[in-house]
């Protein structure tokens, strides 16, 4: 038995079926997996760690449940590969201490800002987030110079979106 595979599964609240629906897989390769007689891809390990890792974070993850109930796997693909993007992130910035700077957050404007730069971001139908754009009222944007401060207001972002999903467990993070 896989027992790393049935931690991950509970700590995810997910069913055999709902983790097969996510990957676009069979529920029985799912049960394969979990009793040992299959070997989990190494896609699939990775994509576990990284959910576990922003479900830890309390940042939503996954695809949102229109996409799994029709089996839209290109639009599935899209959110898993958002979901290691944001989760490199947020290991990028932690691993150089956190946020610089002190970002103001506004949940119901899907915004952060620091003096006179605004990151915007995206409402995901899975109840996560995506960058939007920025603007700074200081100089030109500039996406190479001001990369870390976006990736800041990333991690600050997802730090209020985390709280607002703690403090208020069945309501949208934006309500």
């Given amino acids: ?11 995810l609240n997910l069913t055999q079926a709902d ?14 997996w979990q009793a040992g007689e299959q ?5 699939v390990v990775e994509l576990l760690d990284v959910w576990r890792q922003l479900h830890a974070s309390g940042v939503p993850w996954g695809a949102d449940l229109e996409s799994i109930w029709y089996g839209d796997d290109v639009q ?3 959110h898993q590969d958002h979901d290691k993007a944001l989760a490199a992130l947020l290991r990028r910035v932690k691993a150089r201490g956190g946020p610089a700077a002190p970002w103001r957050i506004n949940l119901r404007e899907h915004s952060a800002t620091l003096g006179r730069m605004t990151v915007r971001f995206y409402k995901l139908a899975s109840n996560s987030f995506s ?11 500039d996406a190479r110079r001001d990369h870390q401060l976006i990736e800041d207001a990333v991690v600050a972002f997802s730090e209020a979106v985390s709280a607002a999903r703690t403090a208020r467990p069945n309501q949208a993070w934006d309500e």
Avoid: C, F, K
């Fill in 1 to 11: 038995m896989n027992t790393e595979l049935t931690t991950s599964l509970a700590m």
């Fill in 131 to 141: 960058l939007a754009n920025y603007r700074r009222g200081d100089v030109p944007p």
């Fill in 76 to 78: 599935i693909r899209r």
């Fill in 19 to 32: 983790l097969a629906a996510r990957l676009g897989v069979a529920e029985r390769t799912v049960r394969r």
């Fill in 39 to 43: 070997q989990i891809p190494t896609w």
